[in-house]
């Protein structure tokens, strides 16, 4: 009697496992068979309600720093250009006003024959202007290649200046002659007689000069 209760009670535990396991692979299996892992695996993760509640946060990266610019360096303001004073009639003359001239009356001078210029000093400024023409401030000067023979500043005595008006477009004329003898610093002594050769005569004024003028003496 015992041995058949204990039969039974055998035969009742393994349907018991069996049942037992059948649901434990129900309850592991997912609707579509799937495992437990990989439908989880499959399946979006619930949100933490807390961690919805928290605003969203947007990162911006920083911008890199540029170099500074230079500033352009400052430069000098440039000085405001002085106006020359208007000239008045009657002013010295500015040598940039002045055409100076002078033309020789002859090329040959035979015999005792004196050579003879012209001179002649013009203003070409706006307004009639002053200028000094006397035998020191306009010199002739008289050479023969490095040789120089006469010149009209040499050996003048007394009052020199000579301050002459002139206006526009009006020459200043002066005609002088030459006596064929060399001039130089020692005035007390005879003068020698220049003797035959090509002479060159020029006149000059300040920062003037006139174009050469060329003669002969036979």
């Known amino acids: 009697m015992d041995v058949y209760w204990r039969r039974r009670m055998a035969a009742l535990v393994g349907v018991l496992v069996v049942v037992a396991v059948v649901a434990w692979a129900c309850s592991a299996s997912?609707?579509?068979?799937?495992?437990?892992?990989?439908?989880?695996?499959?399946?979006?993760?619930?949100?933490?309600?807390?961690?919805?509640?928290?605003?969203?946060?947007?990162?911006?990266?920083?911008?890199?720093?540029?170099?500074?610019?230079?500033?352009?360096?400052?430069?000098?303001?440039?000085?405001?250009?002085?106006?020359?004073?208007?000239?008045?009639?009657?002013?010295?003359?500015?040598?940039?006003?002045?055409?100076?001239?002078?033309?020789?009356?002859?090329?040959?001078?035979?015999?005792?024959?004196?050579?003879?210029?012209?001179?002649?000093?013009?203003?070409?400024?706006?307004?009639?202007?002053?200028?000094?023409?006397?035998?020191r401030a306009l010199e002739v000067r008289i050479t023969s290649g490095t040789d120089r023979v006469w010149s009209s500043a040499d050996c003048v005595s007394g009052e020199t200046e000579d301050i002459r008006k002139l206006d526009r477009g009006i020459p200043y004329v002066r005609q002088f002659e030459w006596d064929r003898r060399r001039s130089g610093s020692d005035c007390a002594s005879d003068r020698a007689t220049a003797g035959d050769g090509t002479y060159v005569a020029v006149v000059h004024a300040s920062s003037l000069r006139s174009h050469k003028t060329v003669f002969h003496l036979r």
């Open 30 to 135: 997912g609707p579509d068979g799937e495992s437990g892992t990989d439908a989880s695996a499959g399946r979006s993760p619930t949100p933490d309600p807390i961690l919805a509640l928290l605003p969203a946060v947007t990162i911006t990266p920083s911008p890199t720093p540029s170099a500074p610019t230079a500033s352009p360096a400052p430069t000098a303001s440039a000085k405001p250009k002085t106006l020359a004073r208007a000239k008045r009639p009657g002013d010295a003359c500015d040598p940039s006003d002045l055409v100076l001239d002078m033309q020789g009356q002859g090329e040959v001078y035979a015999g005792d024959s004196r050579p003879r210029f012209i001179l002649t000093l013009v203003n070409t400024g706006k307004v009639m202007c002053t200028a000094d023409v006397g035998s």
